[in-house]
């Protein structure tokens, strides 16, 4: 069986894969990217560190506030050890430039890899976020590479500096569970909110929610579910706050990790849309794509929420008699950038259920990013040394549609 000669003769792709140009130089000591936008400015490190500059300020919302790389970022409590920004290095995988444009549809993103030591653990970490809107999301798809199962805990933390003030209050939605700082005055407010459902939350002194932190690789209890409320002056401290998330995850598995952080002069709790479907188990708005005796059921639209949390797209094959059909999703206009594509060979009539791997690089892509699915067909099931080709057919190209 001759897969490249398949794809070569009814597809063309071929073609060299042209990557993105990032936008947006970095600034900020080591590798960094830099979304500059209003009323946020955000540097992300190739380590998960944050900073955050509001409303062109000159020092940022994190301490030191002086420094493009922040004491806040994602943590992994695994193995033993705490993993993250000035604690147990992270080895870093790679890092994108920006993207998107900052509309609603198109948000800027940036997206960092790094591995927790030899826990087997990858995180895949996408920062996203629209003009206008005083905060960004963060999403953490955590994947456990190792051989075994693997039990850990996943943290937003950050030693908060609100506004000029290295000292504050604590902040606490109950109905979201939303913890965060706010200034003695009440007039600047920084929140994270969770989005996946938190394990637990902490604001306090930032070396006592750090501390806590660090011990729960080796046994400690977990955060602490407690903050600092005014009006009691005691409670004005150099604070900082954190959410936990406890994860189990299989040989394999994956889980993604999503919250906001907003920040502002009055609180801001933003609500996050409902997830779209789960593309590996269902076809949303599905599409019938027919060429010769194959015919494929393939989404005819996509939403981005769907896209970034499916390990797989679905598509259903049949055949009415014996051939090899390739599907194939892609995405480019100029050069076609291979998204994954499935061989399927009928020796005899029948139906097959595909479902075609999601790259990584597919949490990078916004609704104006051309995406398409190709058909090819080859009558017959094998082609043997000797033997007459068999006719291939021209392919069919549908696209597929992306929506935020």
């Known amino acids: ?13 071929a073609a060299a894969l042209v990557a993105a140009a990032p936008a947006g130089a970095a600034t900020c000591p080591g590798q960094c990217q ?9 540097k992300a490190s190739a380590d998960t560190a944050i900073q955050v500059y509001y409303a062109g300020d000159t020092l940022g919302q994190v301490y030191p506030s002086g420094s493009d790389h922040g004491n806040a970022g994602t943590y992994i409590a695994a193995g033993g050890r705490l993993y993250g920004p000035n604690a147990t290095a992270y080895t870093e995988v790679s890092q994108s430039g920006v993207a998107g444009n900052g509309s609603a549809g198109a ?21 996203s976020m629209v003009t206008g809107q005083p905060w960004f999301r963060i999403d953490r798809r955590v994947t456990n590479r190792g051989g075994a199962p693997v039990s850990f805990s996943v943290f937003h933390y950050a030693d908060l500096y609100l506004r000029g003030s290295d000292r504050g209050f604590g902040y606490f939605d109950p109905a979201t569970r939303a913890i965060g700082g706010q200034t003695p005055a009440a007039d600047f407010f920084q929140i994270f909110v969770p989005i996946t459902p938190a394990s ?4 306090g002194g930032f070396s006592t929610v750090y501390s806590r932190m660090n011990a729960i690789p080796t046994g400690g209890p977990p955060l602490a579910d407690t903050f600092l409320p005014p009006p009691d002056p005691a409670n004005i401290v150099d604070n ?19 919250s906001f952080w907003s920040f502002g002069t009055t609180p801001q709790v933003p609500t996050a849309p409902p997830p779209g479907p789960d593309l590996s188990r269902t076809i949303p708005n599905p599409r019938v794509i027919r060429s010769g005796p194959a ?16 390990r797989c797209v679905r598509t259903k094959v049949v055949s009415a008699k014996k051939a090899r059909v390739l599907v194939t999703i892609f995405s480019g206009i100029r050069s076609r ?7 399927v060979t009928f020796r005899r009539p029948g ?11 597919a949490r990078t892509f916004n609704a104006r990013t051309q995406l398409r699915v190709a058909v090819g067909v080859a009558l017959g099931a094998v082609d043997r040394v000797g033997e007459r080709r068999q006719p291939r057919l021209p392919p069919v190209i549908r696209p597929i549609d992306l929506v935020p």
Do not use: K, N
């Open 200 to 203: 637990h939350y902490e604001e």
């Open 107 to 127: 948000p800027f993103t940036v997206v960092t890899t790094v591995d927790a030591g030899t826990t087997g653990l990858r995180i895949v970490e996408t920062v």
């Open 295 to 310: 015919t494929v059921t393939a989404p005819g639209r996509i939403s981005l929420r769907s896209l970034r949390r499916s």
């Open 34 to 42: 830099t979304i500059a936008s209003s009323p946020l400015t955000v």
């Open 240 to 258: 900082g706050a954190a959410l936990q998330w406890d994860v189990a995850l299989p040989r394999g598995g994956s889980r993604t990790i999503s």
């Open 1 to 13: 069986m001759r897969y490249p000669a398949l794809v070569l003769a009814a597809l063309a792709l």
């Open 337 to 343: 950038r291979l998204f994954g594509a499935d061989l």
């Open 351 to 361: 139906r097959r259920i595909v479902c075609i791997p999601v790259p990584l690089r």
